[in-house]
Antibody, heavy 123, light 108 residues
Framework: QVQLVESGGGVVQPGRSLRLSCAAS????????MHWVRQAPGKGLEWVAV????????FYADSVKGRFTISRDNSKNTLYLQMNSLRSEDTAVYYC????????????????WGQGTLVTVSS | EIVLTQSPGTLSLSPGERATLSCRAS???????LAWYHQKPGQAPRLLIF???TRAAGIPDRFSGSGSETDFTLTISRLEPEDFALYYC?????????FGGGTKVEIK
């Protein structure tokens, strides 16, 4: 069974940085695009970013563009989200999610999700 | 950006009843790239339907999806106790990917 395990969340002050990780297992990580999706407390789902299977193509939501960077290390089966210049509105549970099909492209739905990691931006 | 509007916001029904959830897009969703998820408290979302009408692996056949272009529907033919949850639609026809605001299916 596919496993996605996020880590790196915590409490951080506004303007500071944080890096999230997502350790993937039980599937061929280097053939699937991967995404970050977040959910503010009591709110709906918001897509954050995608990275193609080979790390070449990346897209971001406007709300995080220029502040967040998605990356991956296929040798370690790990997805990352570097979050800089954090704001209070970035407070959310961050999920990593696997693309529903392998290969090129960045337009996916998500067939597996991690359990999420909570990021709280507060002074 | 494609904006997805889900209705109703809350659906109050009894076990065994039929649930009909709507997801309307602000512009046409290419290739019927519309998915449905449900989410229970404290859990990650789970994929139910992709491609507007294809059930994901392990999803019972009481769940069905339909629609195209701007109007999509998720139907649960007979509600089971475990179906009371939040439901989200998501389009993946164009960037940025977007979700609807959700429909809560609650026990009446």
């Amino acid at each position: 069974q596919v496993q996605l395990v996020e880590s790196g969340g915590g409490v951080v002050q506004p303007g500071r940085s944080l890096r999230l990780s997502c350790a993937a297992s039980k599937f061929t990580f280097n053939t699937y695009g991967m995404h970050w999706v977040r959910q503010a407390p009591g709110k709906g789902l918001e897509w954050v970013a995608v990275i193609s299977y080979d790390g070449i193509n990346k897209f971001y939501a406007d709300s995080v563009k220029g502040r967040f960077t998605i990356s991956r290390d296929n040798s370690k089966n790990t997805l990352y989200l570097q979050m800089n210049s954090l704001r209070s509105e970035d407070t959310a549970v961050y999920y990593c999610a696997k693309a529903d099909y392998y290969g090129s492209g960045t337009l996916h739905c998500f067939d597996y999700w991690g359990q999420g990691t909570l990021v709280t931006v507060s002074s | 950006e494609i904006v997805l509007t889900q209705s109703p916001g809350t659906l109050s029904l009894s076990p065994g009843e039929r649930a009909t959830l709507s997801c309307r897009a602000s512009q046409s969703v290419g290739n019927k790239h519309l998915a449905w998820y449900h989410q229970k408290p404290g859990q990650a979302p789970r994929l139910l339907i992709f491609g507007a009408s294809t059930r994901a692996a392990g999803i019972p056949d009481r769940f069905s999806g339909s629609g195209s272009e701007t109007d999509f529907t998720l139907t649960i033919s007979r509600l089971e106790p475990e179906d009371f949850a939040l439901y989200y639609c998501q389009q993946y026809g164009s960037q940025p990917l977007t979700f609807g605001g959700g429909t809560k299916v609650e026990i009446k």
